[in-house]
């Protein structure tokens, strides 16, 4: 292969940097726990193939989700090309399997700290870098957590709030 025939692709090269923050992040909480009043959202693609959550849900939410892991959330696991997790849902435990190519979005929002990915097909079809929609209605959010006592668990929301303008 020659250099005409392909061209270093850093926008694939930054995502999988900004990728292995998440993973890092994720594996901190692990071996530690959420440290003071450090909390994630975490949105994902449920279209991925590979995303693993329960039919009500992808039902529910049919091209992306928000999860909030804070203070209700069991069994995080993190391997190398995914995560897993359970979380509450009207008061009972859901599995969820999500692979980091899936995730559009991080956020920190006690820290002011967010990233946005692409989707590689994204990437591959556009070939440039598109900033995924989050839109989600109130009511999303107000169903999810529904059922739940103070801590909420499952919530759905807008990242729009910790994007930079």
């Known amino acids: 292969m020659g250099v005409m025939d392909s061209e270093i692709n850093y926008n694939q090269l930054v995502e999988k940097a900004l990728l292995s923050v998440v993973r ?9 726990g959420l440290p003071g009043q450090q909390h994630f959202y975490i949105t994902f693609s449920t279209r991925n193939p590979d995303v693993a959550i ?11 989700m928000t ?6 959330f069991w069994n995080l696991t993190v391997e190398e090309d995914h995560f897993s997790l359970e979380l ?7 599995p969820l399997i999500i692979p980091f190519a899936a995730v559009t979005a991080f956020a920190d929002p006690s820290v002011q700290f967010g990233l946005q990915f692409s989707l590689d097909e994204d990437l591959e079809d ?23 006592t103070d801590e909420k668990a499952g919530e759905v929301i807008t990242l729009d709030a910790f994007r930079k303008k």
């Open 88 to 94: 509450s849902f009207n008061n009972k435990r859901e």
């Open 67 to 72: 999860i909030v892991l804070q203070h209700q």
């Open 24 to 32: 890092e992040s994720l594996r901190y909480v692990v071996q530690n």
């Open 126 to 148: 556009a070939g440039e870098e598109q900033a995924p929609a989050m839109e989600d209605s109130p009511s999303d959010a107000e169903e999810a957590s529904k059922g739940s």
């Open 54 to 64: 329960p039919d009500h849900l992808r039902d529910k939410y049919k091209d992306e």
